[in-house]
């Protein structure tokens, strides 16, 4: 049994996860709100939200507002006379007239060390970055999109080699440990907020499809952290151009070589592709997005492919792709 009655606002994995991790530790939520039912897939099959679908395995109570401003809304979580409101990336602004309802007010657990990465993605945006460190934020909820005073934070070292998905289970799982800790001391008056400093801000956005769009005259280095960061959204792909079609290529995986680090297999291999990338005697600069059979030359540096996906087809190895497609070595990818 859950020590304080509060609602809980939440729709993806990293949400699920973060519940999952209240209700093993006895913080039941008197109700779920959720994201509405959305088509998935090709066949556009209606899905419930991994929160809506966890919360009823659970026998917590489900709703799942097309729109949360209404009064007769409002109302309805008034109804519940809950203590407070637990927030996991809902996925829309949640207006004041609901953030006042409970009693304590609203928390929001975030995976960043806020003010750092507000905003929808700051776990890819935070891979993508290069950071060293990120983090979980517990955090009061006012108006403005991730700016409240801050109850509690965690840090987080990276490795370099974290992807997307990864990182959410382990920052979700640490939040909701967090929560554990904070909500009964936040309720007992023992938590002091500290504000936010605003002025050092950084901001995420909404991820696009157009977002994974590889632009090969960045680095190596840069386009891998692309691939660990865009998985499994938007993707990391560029476009093959062949036969007078395009086809959309995905990297699944790679590594990034210097040039002046060429390693592996291949050695002389990788050392002829890094060097096609810089000026020749004639002045002439191989095109960024120019595949050789070790890999793609970039604007600094080789990106070794390891896991590639054509559109509509299976997964392969580097290696494996390039023996089923004798006419990729040579071509230029956009």
């Given at each position: 049994?859950?020590?304080?009655?509060?609602?809980?606002?939440?729709?993806?994995?990293?949400?699920?996860?973060?519940?999952?991790?209240?209700?093993?530790?006895?913080?039941?939520?008197?109700?779920?709100?959720?994201?509405?039912?959305?088509?998935?897939?090709?066949?556009?099959?209606?899905?419930?939200?991994?929160?809506?679908?966890?919360?009823?395995?659970?026998?917590?109570?489900?709703?799942?507002?097309?729109?949360?401003?209404?009064?007769?809304?409002?109302?309805?979580?008034?109804?519940?006379?809950?203590?407070?409101?637990?927030?996991?990336?809902?996925?829309?602004?949640?207006?004041?007239?609901?953030?006042?309802?409970?009693?304590?007010?609203?928390?929001?657990?975030?995976?960043?060390?806020?003010?750092?990465?507000?905003?929808?993605?700051?776990?890819?945006?935070?891979?993508?970055?290069?950071?060293?460190?990120?983090?979980?934020?517990?955090?009061?909820?006012?108006?403005?999109?991730?700016?409240?005073?801050?109850?509690?934070?965690?840090?987080?070292?990276?490795?370099?080699?974290?992807?997307?998905?990864?990182?959410?289970?382990?920052?979700?799982?640490?939040?909701?440990?967090?929560?554990?800790?904070?909500?009964?001391?936040?309720?007992?008056?023992?938590?002091?907020?500290?504000?936010?400093?605003?002025?050092?801000?950084?901001?995420?956005?909404?991820?696009?499809?157009?977002?994974?769009?590889?632009?090969?005259?960045?680095?190596?280095?840069?386009?891998?952290?692309q691939v660990r960061a865009f998985d499994p959204w938007p993707g990391a792909w560029a476009v093959w151009a062949r036969d007078g079609e395009a086809s959309v290529i995905k990297l699944l995986a790679a590594s990034a070589v210097p040039h002046s680090e060429p390693r592996g297999k291949n050695l002389e291999a990788r050392r002829d592709s890094s060097a096609a990338a810089r000026p020749q005697n004639d002045g002439v600069v191989a095109v960024?997005?120019?595949?050789?059979?070790?890999?793609?030359?970039?604007?600094?540096?080789?990106?070794?492919?390891?896991?590639?996906?054509?559109?509509?087809?299976?997964?392969?190895?580097?290696?494996?792709?390039?023996?089923?497609?004798?006419?990729?070595?040579?071509?230029?990818?956009?």
């Open positions: 049994m859950s020590i304080a009655k509060f609602l809980y606002f939440g729709t993806p994995e990293f949400s699920r996860i973060v519940l999952e991790e209240l209700l093993e530790s006895g913080f039941a939520p008197v109700a779920v709100v959720t994201a509405p039912d959305k088509p998935v897939g090709r066949k556009q099959v209606l899905t419930e939200s991994p929160v809506a679908a966890f919360a009823k395995q659970n026998g917590v109570e489900v709703l799942k507002p097309e729109k949360i401003k209404p009064l007769e809304f409002v109302e309805k979580l008034k109804s519940y006379q809950p203590d407070l409101m637990v927030v996991a990336a809902y996925g829309k602004i949640i207006p004041q007239a609901i953030l006042d309802v409970p009693k304590h007010g609203a928390i929001n657990v975030h995976p960043s060390l806020l003010p750092k990465w507000r905003g929808a993605s700051p776990i890819p945006y935070a891979i993508l970055n290069g950071d060293q460190k990120t983090g979980v934020t517990i955090m009061l909820m006012d108006a403005e999109m991730d700016h409240g005073a801050i109850l509690a934070q965690e840090e987080v070292v990276l490795k370099g080699d974290e992807i997307t998905v990864a990182l959410t289970s382990r920052l979700a799982r640490i939040g909701g440990r967090m929560l554990t800790e904070v909500i009964p001391r936040w309720l007992a008056g023992k938590v002091t907020p500290v504000e936010q400093d605003h002025a050092a801000a950084t901001y995420t956005k909404i991820l696009t499809k157009e977002d994974g769009r590889i632009d090969w005259s960045k680095s190596a280095a840069q386009i891998e952290r960024p997005g120019t595949v050789t059979a070790a890999g793609v030359i970039t604007g600094d540096g080789l990106l070794e492919p390891v896991t590639v996906q054509l559109a509509g087809k299976r997964p392969m190895d580097w290696a494996e792709f390039l023996r089923g497609h004798g006419d990729f070595v040579g071509s230029i990818l956009k």
